[in-house]
Nanobody, 120 residues
Framework: QVTLVESGGGLVQAGGSLRLSCAAS????????MGWYRQAPGKQRELVAT???????NYAVSVKGRFTISRDNAKNTVDLQMNSLKPEDTAVYYC??????????????WGQGTQVTVSS
């Protein structure tokens, strides 16, 4: 069983910054991709950023240049530094990891979500 614990959400004014953190714990053989997704009210969950175990990153166009994803493979953590926040960034942010077991089977896990609210 794998558990993801997120922290760092909150309320910030437009133009401000927040840093989200996610720590994975439990029976983990290998983590491939780690990432952050978000879901605004009335909208579908969307990708924000992902990072592979070799450091390759992928960002949504809407956050590129403002958000930075990073990970610590030794600690099984992934962070999202969010700068120049906009009201449209308001959403519940979810941590996501993709793991593989010793047989190569893949699994996906989600955090419980953390609220980010950006006021104008």
């Amino acid at each position: 069983q794998v558990t993801l614990v997120e922290s760092g959400g909150g309320l910030v004014q437009a133009g401000g910054s927040l840093r989200l953190s996610c720590a994975a714990s439990g029976t983990i053989f290998s983590i491939s991709t780690m990432g952050w997704y978000r879901q605004a009210p009335g909208k579908q969950r969307e990708l924000v950023a992902t990072i592979t175990n070799t450091g390759g990153t992928n960002y949504a166009v809407s956050v590129k240049g403002r958000f930075t994803i990073s990970r610590d493979n030794a600690k099984n953590t992934v962070d999202l530094q969010m700068n120049s926040l906009k009201p449209e960034d308001t959403a519940v942010y979810y941590c996501n990891i993709e793991t593989t077991n010793y047989r190569g089977a893949a699994f996906r896990y989600w955090g419980q979500g953390t609220q980010v609210t950006v006021s104008s």
